[in-house]
């Protein structure tokens, strides 16, 4: 990665990681959660209820608090909205943060470097998240009396939990120390519209399940 960084076009590279995943954020929102997210309603907060269940009671107690119809909306929400939805942070937060440490050198360089997939390793482990909870959710639509394995609510919450730590926790502290960092050798225009980008996607990653938890517990 710190090769990458230091190629003479790697600002192009990581712009264009960044428009990726912005593209992918309109694609997946727009085509693929929407029509589906009507569904839900006022009760999309309680996808993040399901994410963290762990057992196989909580779990089904929220999936079938909502209707068949509900339930199928679900399952498209997961796989394919929520699945390449994923992606579009992924690319957005590694290609800002690669425009950031390109900006700084020494130790924070080779923290930056690592710090690159921090949100990358969020996108995967929302995937894997998503594939379990497609199956919780595919079970109990197909047989709403059927007893779950508890292995299922467990991994799915165990890789919900890691993604939580890399995109909410990991990611933002690097990006705000950082942004501190580069602040004081680089304030042109440009790198003042990257940092405050990038502390406006990191403040959004952190409030948006923020503003869920309360309610799941």
Excluded at 25 to 44: K, N, T
Excluded at 148 to 170: E, G, Q, R, V
Aim: proline residues 5%; contains cysteine.
């Amino acid at each position: 990665m710190e090769r990458l960084l230091r190629l003479p076009c790697g600002g192009w590279i990581f712009s264009a990681l960044a428009l990726s995943g912005v593209a992918i954020f309109a694609f997946a929102i727009g085509v693929l959660m929407l029509p589906h997210s009507a569904a839900l309603g006022e009760r999309m907060g309680e996808m993040t209820c399901l994410q963290l269940a762990f057992t196989a009671e909580r779990a089904s107690e929220i999936v079938l608090s909502f209707g068949p119809e509900a339930r199928a909306a679900i399952a498209a929400l997961l796989v394919p909205g929520d699945v390449t939805f994923a992606w579009s942070y992924g690319f957005l937060l590694a290609g800002l943060i690669g425009l950031l440490t390109r900006r700084l050198d020494g130790a924070w360089f080779r923290a930056g470097a690592i710090a690159i997939w921090f949100p990358l390793a969020a996108s995967v482990l929302d995937c894997v998240e998503d594939v379990f909870l497609l199956s919780i959710v595919t079970r109990l639509n197909d047989s709403p009396d059927i007893v779950l394995s508890p292995i299922l609510p467990a991994l799915a919450s165990t890789a919900a939990s890691m993604k939580y730590l890399a995109l909410c926790i990991l990611t933002p502290i690097f990006s705000v120390a950082g942004m501190a960092q580069a602040f004081r050798t680089d304030r042109s225009i440009g790198a003042l519209v990257l940092y405050a980008f990038l502390l406006l996607t990191v403040v959004n990653m952190i409030m948006r399940p923020a503003q869920h938890l309360p309610a799941c517990f």
